[in-house]
C-alpha cells in the first residue's frame, strides 16, 4: 500500500509591520492548496488522486473572536481494476462555500485551542463508467448539501504574523437532496439529513497564516 499525503498552504496578503495576531481590528486572508494520492492492491488495485483549492478570509470582531468566509474547490479521479477484468472511473468535483465564527482559547505563550461554527454548502458533481468486458455502463450523480459545520484544531504563532494551523476533529449536519442518474435515467433520488463525525490525525489539514492590522 502506498499513501503520499500533500498539503500546502500559501496566504498571500498586504499590510505593514506591527503586532497584529488574534487582536479587534485584525484580518488574515489567503488560501490553501492540497494534494492527497492514494494506491492500493490486493485482489483489485484502486488509485486515486485529489486535488483541493480552498481561499478564505477572516476578520476580528474582537480579541479572539473572528467573522470567517470562503469557499473550496475538490477535485477527485479514482480507478478500480478487478482480477476479473471488471474496471471502474470516477471524476467527482466539489464545490463549498461556508462562513462561521471562530474562537482563539489561549493555551500557553503563542499556543491556542480554536473551535469554529458556522454555515456551509456543497454541491457535488460526480460521473462514473463502468466496463465489463465488452459492455460499459455510466451513472451520474449531484449532491447538494446544506446545513451547520464545526471544528477543533490547534494555531501555534512562530512570529508576530504568521500562524500554522492544525484541524484534529470536525463535525457536520446537513440536509441533503441527492440525484442519480444511470444511463441518462434516474434511478435514484434522497433527500434526507447526514451528520458527520471525523477524527483529522490520520489526515489532518495543516495550514499556514498570515495577520495584518486593518487602517483605524
Known amino acids: 500500500m502506498k499513501n503520499l499525503f500533500l498539503s500546502y498552504a500559501l496566504f498571500l496578503v498586504a499590510g505593514y509591520s506591527g503586532w497584529a495576531q488574534v487582536e479587534k481590528g485584525t484580518h488574515a486572508v489567503g488560501a490553501t492548496v492540497s494534494l492527497n494520492r492514494y494506491e492500493a492492491s490486493q485482489n483489485f488495485l ?13 476578520y476580528f470582531l474582537d480579541d479572539n473572536w473572528s467573522l470567517m468566509a470562503g469557499g473550496s474547490y475538490t477535485k477527485l479521479t479514482r480507478s478500480l481494476d478487478t482480477s476479473l477484468g471488471n474496471t471502474s472511473e470516477q471524476l467527482e468535483k466539489d464545490f463549498r462555500a461556508f462562513s462561521g465564527i471562530r474562537r482563539h482559547y489561549p493555551l500557553q505563550n503563542q499556543l491556542f485551542l480554536i473551535g469554529t461554527v458556522g454555515l456551509e454548502y456543497t454541491f457535488e458533481n460526480s460521473k462514473s463508467e463502468f466496463f465489463r468486458e465488452t459492455d460499459r455502463s455510466e451513472a451520474h450523480t449531484k449532491i447538494h448539501e446544506f446545513g451547520i459545520f464545526g471544528n477543533l484544531g490547534l494555531i501555534y504563532f512562530p512570529s508576530d504574523r504568521w500562524s500554522l ?45 498570515y495577520y495584518f492590522l486593518g487602517s483605524r
Open 46 to 58: 484502486i488509485r486515486s488522486k485529489t486535488f483541493s483549492f480552498s481561499p478564505e478570509y477572516a
Open 165 to 209: 494551523e492544525l484541524i484534529v476533529l470536525e463535525t457536520n449536519l446537513h440536509r441533503i437532496r441527492t440525484n442519480a442518474l444511470i444511463e441518462d435515467e434516474i434511478n435514484n433520488q434522497f433527500n434526507g439529513w447526514a451528520f458527520n463525525l471525523v477524527g483529522k490525525l490520520s489526515s489532518p489539514s495543516l495550514g499556514i497564516r
